[in-house]
């Protein structure tokens, strides 16, 4: 069965001690009343190896925002798959609008970087999403389609493992939200092109969360539509009362 899932991206937010502050506060609040869906927090990664301990595993999952699409080795600066997965993390975000557009992250490196992910027990929170420009132009079905490139090699069992976010970069700390009928339509239209590709179950299995100026007053609206699985938030996630506000939209 598909899982519903609210996951914070932290992005490069909160120093070690805030982050700890901040996931330690989460922990307290989801105890005292447990959440309905999956939650999971996405953190630098400085902060993981001090951010698995401190919160109930059977309530909050933990991740990075990104991990390098090489196994080990002379990559200065790079941190890899399995010291991710060796802090105890279990999720990654990869192929995130910004670290595609500022960082040049491109189809192939993505394709490397999932099954590294994989490969060390990982679940890669798999991002894509259209800029303005293609919105306007009508071309987001060919978008995502074209970034979604970078899972459709794997197997079918290693695809069920994925989870996906779509998010549309014109919504991303914009302050705009697509609307519940856009965030809708496509992903429906993902989720033809799964079921296209892998068969109906594996689809219907997928989760797809929407991600892009996701807060309290719109997140009931926006996960109420059957293809929208949840969401993937940034800036509401860095205070305990957005995110457990957008938390509780699945109440
Ligand atoms: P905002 O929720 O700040 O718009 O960011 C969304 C996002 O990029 C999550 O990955």
Not at 80 to 90: F, I, K, L, P
Request: aromatic fraction near 6%.
């Amino acid at each position: 069965m598909r899982k519903n899932i609210v996951a914070g991206n932290w992005k490069m937010n909160k120093n070690l001690q805030e982050g700890i502050a901040l996931a330690k506060e989460l922990n307290e609040a989801l105890t005292a009343d447990k959440p309905n869906c999956d939650v999971v927090i996405c953190t630098p990664f400085i902060h993981l190896a001090s951010v698995t301990p401190i919160v109930d595993a059977a309530i909050i999952g933990v991740g990075a925002e990104n991990c390098a699409d090489k196994v080990s080795g002379a990559y200065t600066g790079e941190v890899s798959a399995e010291m991710v997965a060796s802090t105890g993390a279990q999720y990654v975000i990869l192929g995130h609008s910004e670290r595609r557009s500022y960082y040049g992250e491109t189809v192939e490196i993505l394709e490397e970087k999932v099954k590294l992910a994989l490969a060390n027990n990982l679940t890669p929170i798999f991002c894509i999403g259209e800029v303005l420009e293609e919105r306007q132009a009508e071309k987001q079905n060919e978008v995502v389609a074209a970034q979604l490139a970078s899972v459709f090699t794997l197997s079918a069992e290693d695809f069920g493992k994925i989870i996906l976010a779509y998010e549309p970069v014109w919504a991303i700390g914009t302050g705009l939200t697509a609307t519940p009928e856009q965030a809708q339509d496509i992903h429906a239209y993902i989720r033809s092109l799964i079921a296209e590709k892998y068969g109906q179950e594996v689809a219907e299995n997928c989760s797809i969360l929407y991600g892009g100026s996701c807060k309290p007053s719109n997140a009931k609206e926006l996960f109420a539509n059957p293809d929208v699985d949840g969401g993937l938030i940034g800036g509401a996630a860095l205070k305990v009362a957005d995110f457990k506000g957008i938390i509780d939209a699945f109440k």
